[in-house]
Each structure stands twice: as structure tokens, then as C-alpha cells.
């Protein structure tokens, strides 16, 4: 148990393929039993319980077959990479039982029980797999420090999957091919602009297959899967992007069923250049930020179990704790509080409180002054062995805000009227006044937001967007200064009475249509304020409905 337990009991990083996947991508990349592979060298860098390995090991022996060399001497250039104990032993013993209907002994150096990121490993033509599902924060500190030295890909908070795409690309010979399932998230995420960069240079994206609404593996797992194919030769500028609903698609790529998009890799900020569907509209449109609202993310503790509580208003001082709203309390479109409280150690003007003045707080954090001082934050800084990660600024539980948790299943968005700080798996959208909040609130519900959502980020499974602040300072929105009256008050109310129907239907069909009428046909209105102080905005058009 290399990088710890998942909450199904299951290793952090071990997510088996199905076998119909695992052949496809041998197909792919051409790995196939009708060619001469007897020269052709690859790479599975986590072959986990041995699902590609079998199968390449069956390729090769009927390629021998085919092309009559010699199979024991062909097994040389074959290489799995298993860096957990247990799973190494189990696929040596399932290895070795395959190789025996083939009256073939298993040879030294098939399977390497070693780390693929760290082995010293020659060039190859071929690298497949499902590399490890393994966050951040999962990755041991040590491993860290070794794989940021070696990968100038493995920046800020990138999934240990960065490093194996570095390091498989690096591998290949000319003409030669990588294809991996895996998260997608790198496609549009900052931590994998690096990495996109990397390809962009000196490789050929030929493809990516979006499976986010299927299940490849063996379990269900929410982990955005794709399989990506790239090729070591001349870089390209567009990349064929396909949309799989069905796994039983899967080997229907040409198929009419299967939706066909052309991804133009114009910079490695963002790849996902599609035409937007609202570009007939877009001087109707701007930025969220824009007009007057601000985005945030919730405090970041670096230790929950010791900040926040239910029992706070019986430990500490009142005046050192803060009502705060975790994700949890935002399930099944209600909003209920579970009582739970945040330890603020900072003062209004921003520094950290004397804990003599707070006696009850003081006794409480030196309890558990060990444990804090353990922590990233505290180490760079020991004297402030007490902060939180992120600075916690009270006024902000009085501030009216929209309510936005990261990962949500949540068809409402709900708008807390100053009674709350949130939590660091929430995002929120503060500004302007409670109805206007309200108003964003409803919008950001419509399919219009929910399709720019899906074609930036990520979707979980069951096709919900994801919530995260660099992709909703990229939506383009309605400008909600230029939304007729009459329309604004049908729009809450279809929020207040939670009608998902109808806020869909006034925001996406009657309000962009609104919008649609052509210029000299709508009807100019005073800017307001906001757009008053920020000249770069042209005044609202205010178009009839």
C-alpha cells in the first residue's frame, strides 16, 4: 500500500482496465499480432494485476507465430512495472502461469518491482497503460521533492499521472507511440499546462477519447477517464477529439453515434478552442468578475480535525469561532447547517490574535501544538505555528454570497445571506446585492452556463460540471445590467420556487434570444455605476423580450 487506502478499501492508485479497453489501445498504437513485433519494444510503467501484460505477451507469442522468430528471445523486450510488493508478487505468479501454455519460462527482467519514475529505463517504441490515480496530496513528500528534480512537467499540485507522461514520452524512439487511460483533467487544468506545452513542442496528439460517461474499469471511480494517444513526430496543430456515451462504442469511432470534434491546439493555456455556441450573442456577454462580483475559494485549514468543531462555543472563546458551511451541508439541494464551527486565529486587522487574551483558545491549541507544528504551513514559519493555511477574514461570514461546492450533485444553487464562512471544498461568488446574487445564481443553473461548464472543465460522473474558480472566471454571462425588469422578476421567482424548468427556459431560450435581436433594434439605457467606473466595458444594450 504504496500511497495509502481509498475510502472502498481499495489502494490509492489501483484502478484495473477492462479487458475490452486494454485491446483496443493495443490496436491503437499498433501493437498487433499481424505485424512483426519481434524487434518492437514496450513499456506497461503500472501494470497492477496484469490485465495489458497478458495480453501483450499473447500479441507477441502469435506474432511469433506468424513471422516465425523466436518468442522465449522476444520476451526481452517487454517490460511491466509493478512498485507495489504484493501486487508484483501476484502478477510474477499470474505471469509466469500464462507463459507455461506456451511451454515458455518466465525471464530475468520482465516484471521490475521498482518505481518506473525512478528506473533507469531504455528508449522503447511503445508505452500503454493505466498510469496511477494518485492526488497530490496523496503523494508522499519525499517522492515529491525526487519527482519535481526529475520532471519539469510535475508543477503545483499535479497528480502523480503528470510524471508518468513525461517520463513514458521522453522514452520513446521516433515514430514511436504513447496511449494511456486516464484522468483528462490535464487537458484543461493549470497543473497540466506544463505537460501540455511539453506536446505542444515536440509531439503529435493524434487523438483523445472522452469516456467520461462510461466505465472502463473494473469499479466505478470518479476519475474523468480519456484515453489519449500521442505520437513522437512533428508537433500538430489539431487533434481529433471523441466523445464515447457507450463503452460498447468504443471500436465505432467513425460511427455516427460517436461525436467527432476537432481540437485546435492554438496554446497550451487552453486546447479546448470549440467554437462557442454563443458567439452570435457574445457582445451580450461578459465575465462574471466583470460586473461586480468576486470569486473565492473557503479556508484551508491544513488540519480540520483540530479548527473545526460542533463543540467550539463550549471549548473556546465566542469571539475566536465562526459558524462555517462545509459541502456536506449542501446535499440534495437543501441547505442545512450541521452546527459545525471554524477556530479563527486571526484578528480583524489581519495578524494573528494573542492567545493570552483568548486563555480557553490558548490552552485548547497548545493540546495540540505537536500535531500543527507538523504541518507545511508551521514548518516554514514555527513562531505562526497556529495560522491556518489560508488568512480567514471574518467579515466575509456577513457577506451575502452564492454557495458553490467543488464536486455537487446539486441541481440549486443557494445564496447565503451572511451567516457563514466557507469551507475550502466551496467556492463562492460575493458582490454586488442580495437580489443580483440571486439573479447570477439562477444563471449560472441554465444549461448556457452548464454547456460552457462541460467544455472548459471536468464533469463528474452522471455529467454534473465541476464548480472550480479558474474555469468560472472564464463563463461568459448574460450582462445582468441589460436584463429587462420584467424578466428579472420571473427569473427569482422560478429561483425561489426552485422551477429548474423554467429558470432553464427564461435564461437560455428567452433571455440569450433577447439578446439575439440586432443592435439597431435594441434599446440603449443609462450605465450603471459599475460600468461607470470601469470605461474598458461598453454600456449594457438593454433588449427587448
Known sequence: MIYGQRSNGNDHGIVLTKPEIVSFMLDKIGYT??????????????????????????????????????????????????????????????????????STLLPDG??????????????????????????HENIPEKKKIVYRQQFETFKHRSDLYIAFYEKGL????????????????????QYGKSLRELIQLSFDLTDIIDLEGTCPFEEDVIAYPAITTIHKKGPSKRSKYYKVDDIND??????????????????????????PAYSDVERYLDKIENQGFNIGIGVATGADKIFIRKDFPKLVEKEVILPIILSKDLKNNTFKWSGHYVLNPFSINGNLIDLDEFPKAKEYLYNYKDVLLKRHVAKKKPHMWFKTIDKITASLTKTYKILLPDISGNSHLFVDEGNFYPHHNLYYISGQDHQKLKLLAAILMSDFVKNQLLELGNKMNGGYPRWQSQNLRKLRIPIINSIPDEMIDKILSAYDEKDYNLINSLITEDVIRGFSIKVGQAKLFEPQPFYEKNKKHDPPIKAPI
Request: glycine share 4%; charged share 25%.
Open 33 to 102: 499480432s499481424d505485424k512483426d513485433l519481434s524487434e518492437l519494444r514496450i513499456i506497461e510503467p503500472a501494470s497492477g494485476d496484469g490485465a495489458y501484460a497478458l495480453e501483450i505477451i499473447d500479441r507477441l507469442y502469435l506474432s511469433s507465430i506468424n513471422f516465425q522468430f523466436s518468442f522465449q528471445e522476444a520476451l526481452q523486450n517487454l517490460e511491466f512495472y509493478e512498485l507495489d510488493n504484493r501486487m508484483s508478487y501476484l502478477l510474477t505468479k499470474k505471469v509466469k502461469s500464462h507463459l507455461n501454455q506456451y
Open 110 to 135: 520482465l516484471i521490475k518491482t521498482e518505481d518506473f519514475l525512478t528506473a533507469k529505463t531504455a528508449k522503447c517504441d511503445f508505452v500503454v497503460g493505466n498510469p496511477p490515480y494518485v492526488r
Open 170 to 189: 521522453r522514452l520513446l524512439n521516433k515514430g514511436g507511440v504513447l496511449s494511456y487511460i486516464c484522468s483528462n483533467r490535464w487537458l484543461k487544468n
Open 250 to 275: 468504443i471500436n465505432k469511432l467513425d460511427s455516427t453515434k460517436i461525436k467527432l470534434r476537432h481540437l485546435k491546439l492554438i496554446n497550451s493555456a487552453n486546447w479546448f478552442s470549440f467554437q
